[in-house]
């Protein structure tokens, strides 16, 4: 395991260990079997950075569910005052009547979360929670804080376990914060 990384121009250290982050998944298993009991549950993993967090999650969660993996996109709308239109591309299932949970590596303002809920709510869904596995509480500003939290970070950059810094990092088994010179 390396101390340090380069990717690109910016130097990272390491921040949490794969020990730690498969802990802060154990956890977050457990509480969503428990909140959920009987309950139907739908899996929403939020594209790209989410990929080895779900991957790892689901694995855990002992109980028959749904997975749909979705990703928002903003394209410019068609007339002139739409300016750019947020879609939810990838869900091709109906959420009606079921508990949606989204899967988040990271929520940091809570903007993506907020356009996902927004989306969703024109399907009635019984109920929509977040579930991520990092949240940074001084950067948030969103109408819906996750209600399942990995682990709670300070408002730093940070990269791996599917995160980026200009699609460098995703691969990495551990989480590295950006070093300050
Ligand atoms: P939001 O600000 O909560 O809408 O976060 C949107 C997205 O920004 C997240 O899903 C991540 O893909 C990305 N993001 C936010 N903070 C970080 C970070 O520290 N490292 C890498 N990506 C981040």
Redesign the pocket.
Known sequence: MRKEIILHDKTFKLYIDEYEIQKCIDKLAFELMNYYTNKQVILLP?LN?SFMFASDLMKQIIRDLEVSFVKVSSYKGNTQTSGRVDELIGLNTSVQGKHVVIL??????????DKVISLLSTDNPASVEVCTLLFKPTAFLGKNPPRFVGRAIENK???GYG??YNEMGRNLKEIYQLKEE
């Open positions: 939020v950075g988040e590596d990271i929520v940091d303002t809570g903007i993506t979360v950059f940070v990269v995160l980026d």
